[in-house]
C-alpha cells in the first residue's frame, strides 16, 4: 500500500503563514515538531476531513526568502463555497491568477507559493 501523507512548504516567518493558512483555507495545526537544539520547527496542517496534511518548515537560522523558481508547481484544494472563497481571498488581496475558461483561480501565501482554488464538478 502506498498513500499520500502530506506536502512540504518552508516558510520564513512561521506565525504570518499560520495565520494565511487559518484565514484563506482554514486549516488547522494537527502536530507539531520541534527540534532538539531548537534549530527547525515542523507544523502540520489539516482540513479536517481529509488525511492529508500541508508541513510547515520552518528553520531559525534562515533570513532570506525562499527562491521558488518559476514556481511550476502549486498544491490544490477543491471546495463547494467556490464563489464565497473566491470574493474572501480577493478581499484578502492573496489572488495572483485568474482562469475563467478553465474556472480555477490561484492564491499566493506569504512565501509565494501559488495554491489552486478548483471548484467540485458536477
Known amino acids: 500500500m502506498i498513500q499520500f501523507n502530506h506536502f512540504n512548504f518552508n516558510v520564513l516567518d512561521l506565525e504570518r503563514s499560520l495565520a494565511f493558512y487559518k484565514e484563506a483555507l482554514d486549516l488547522d495545526v494537527v502536530r507539531v515538531k520541534d527540534a532538539a537544539d531548537g534549530s527547525f520547527r515542523l507544523v502540520y496542517l489539516g482540513d479536517g476531513s481529509t488525511g492529508f496534511q500541508?508541513?510547515?518548515?520552518?528553520?531559525?537560522?534562515?533570513?532570506?526568502?525562499?527562491?521558488?523558481?518559476?514556481?511550476?508547481?502549486?498544491?490544490?484544494?477543491?471546495?463547494?463555497?467556490?464563489?464565497?472563497?473566491?470574493?474572501?481571498?480577493?478581499a484578502m488581496g492573496c489572488v495572483c491568477f485568474e482562469n475563467p475558461a478553465m474556472g480555477i483561480y490561484f492564491i499566493s501565501d506569504p512565501d509565494g507559493y501559488w495554491i489552486e482554488i478548483v471548484p467540485v464538478k458536477d
Not at 531559525?60 to 474572501?88: I, M, Q, S, W
Open 54 to 90: 500541508l508541513e510547515l518548515t520552518w528553520l531559525k537560522d534562515r533570513t532570506e526568502p525562499y527562491n521558488l523558481g518559476e514556481c511550476e508547481f502549486h498544491l490544490a484544494f477543491v471546495t463547494d463555497e467556490y464563489e464565497k472563497l473566491h470574493e474572501k481571498h480577493k
